[in-house]
């Protein structure tokens, strides 16, 4: 079956710090960049963060970009987010999406999109 899994997500006060995992079974990751966006209750979706096909460039919004860092291990068909310094604002489903064409992913095409995990940034 060929999908993306994203997991990691939880409950988190301000200032901490979480791990998301974005692995993908059925095709082989390393071929694709891997974006991560998420939507928040009542707002549009957001483009978070992007790592292109082999890890030597990477894009964030300015909202994260000194907090939350993506990452590859292409071994592991996996890609991660990591996040630092969580904000209540940060409070979203996130996603992870796959597309070989880095460009096209930056605006939120996809071949494949993972189902979301929670992240909860509250006191």
């Known amino acids: 079956q060929v999908q993306l899994v994203e997991s990691g997500g939880d409950l988190v006060s301000p200032g901490g710090s979480l791990t998301l995992s974005c692995t993908a079974s059925?095709?082989?990751?390393?071929?694709?960049?891997v974006g991560w966006f998420r939507r928040a209750p009542g707002k549009e979706r957001e483009r978070v963060a992007a790592?292109?096909?082999?890890?030597?460039?990477?894009y964030f919004t300015d909202s994260v970009r000194d907090r939350f860092t993506v990452s590859r291990d292409n071994a592991k068909n996996t890609v991660y987010l990591q996040m630092n310094n969580l904000k209540p604002e940060d409070t979203a489903v996130y996603y992870c999406?796959?597309?070989?064409?880095?460009?096209?992913?930056?605006?939120?095409?996809?071949?494949?999109w993972g189902q979301g995990t929670q992240v909860t940034v509250s006191s």
């Open positions: 999406a796959a597309n070989d064409d880095f460009s096209a992913l930056r605006v939120g095409l996809a071949h494949y």
């Open positions: 790592i292109t096909r082999t890890g030597d460039s990477t």
């Open positions: 059925g095709f082989t990751l390393q071929y694709y960049a």
